[in-house]
């Protein structure tokens, strides 16, 4: 196994990187006599130093975890000097913790973690490091950076931002406007962050009111029921901000259902179905908000750059960030073929 040293004096700031862009090589305007400001190899596509790379996730019990899985084994086939160790997946605590033992106790080079609950899982992610394993967190956070290397993940309240912008625009010029809102899961952080960052868009919109906001499961069933309480008790409003295209599919039988069709809908997540009903552009979904699966292939990435010592690709540092946050594109008619490859089922 490599040595580890964090280098925790070194934070490099937060960057809005997707898969793909994270390992590309850079070019340089730079004198061939003049010394360049990085000695250290970037991490690229050729192979290198053997990387045993642990993954532990959540169970895949829904469409944007099964393609966190996806996207992570895909991307580790896509190297020859990669070996990926993937955990069965487990929303219990211990369960996962001792998933995670496991990799530990083989002594894989890296660990990628998605834990089921960041805070529960936190003193496993300090074993790793304290063991000499660098830890990827992605996406739900740990309680404290000392049990990671580095955090990728998305960017909830950009989510909610950008959503807000993009009804807020499209409504700019209608007086007295009412948008409702389909949460996610009320007890979950990032359905607090998703709100907020909707709300403080919508401060930009004086013509705008949030008039009605209900909270689903980010299930099919609970996205169906809820939007039908919604209709039934807002008889007129021009647009809705969903949290997530799983839920969005129920919500969208209901409007259907319903025969409304007077307002617009933004969805949330990027699923294949959200981006082929916005293609077709016939019903009331008009765009929705990344929260990139990518960010698992990216994860895989900086965990190979991490083991076999090297740099990301583009930036000057010897050694990768500490915090990347994706950003949150919306998707709607105009760019919707660019993302159509990766929509998630």
């Keep these: 196994m490599p040595e580890f040293t964090s280098r925790r004096g070194l934070l490099f700031g937060t960057a809005a990187v997707g898969a793909g862009a994270l390992l590309t090589g850079c070019t340089s305007n730079e004198s061939k006599d003049e010394p360049a400001a990085n000695d250290q190899p970037a991490a690229d596509d050729k192979p290198g130093k053997q990387v045993t790379i642990g993954f532990a996730g959540p169970q895949a019990d829904h469409g944007w975890l099964n393609a966190i899985n996806d996207n992570a084994k895909s991307r580790a086939k896509k190297y020859s000097d990669v070996t990926l160790e993937i955990t069965e997946g487990s929303n219990d605590t211990a369960q996962q913790i001792g998933q995670i033992e496991t990799l530990i106790n083989k002594k894989v080079d890296v660990l990628v973690i998605l834990p089921a609950d960041g805070k529960a899982l936190t003193q496993v992610g300090l074993k790793a490091m304290r063991a000499g394993i660098p830890v990827i967190n992605l996406d739900r956070i740990f309680n404290t950076p000392q049990a990671y290397r580095c955090w990728i993940g998305g960017d909830n309240y950009g989510m909610g931002l950008n959503a807000g912008h993009y009804i807020g625009e499209k409504l700019k010029g209608k007086s007295d406007a009412k948008v409702i ?16 960052g909707f709300d403080d868009a919508l401060k930009n919109y004086p013509n705008i009111k949030k008039v009605a906001r209900q909270a689903a499961e980010f299930t099919v069933e609970s996205g169906q029921s809820k939007m039908a309480q919604l209709l039934q008790a807002q008889s007129k409003f021009d647009a809705l901000w969903n949290h997530d295209d799983d839920q969005g599919v129920g919500a969208l039988r209901a409007i259907e259902q319903a025969g409304r069709d007077d307002f617009l809908m933004v969805g949330g997540a990027g699923a294949l179905s959200a981006f082929q009903a916005i293609k077709k552009d016939d019903g009331v979904l008009k765009a929705t908000v990344l929260y990139p699966p990518t960010m698992a292939a990216s994860a895989i990435d900086l ?12 930036m000057a540092e010897f050694e990768i960030p500490a915090s990347i946050t994706l950003y949150s594109a919306v998707v709607d008619k105009d760019n919707v073929d660019q993302y159509m490859s990766t929509g998630f089922k």
Excluded: Y
């Design 303 to 314: 965990a190979r750059a991490l083991g076999q010592g090297k740099g990301v690709g583009g």
């Design 181 to 196: 809102e389909l949460a996610g899961l009320d007890n979950l952080e990032l359905t607090k962050h998703r709100t907020q």
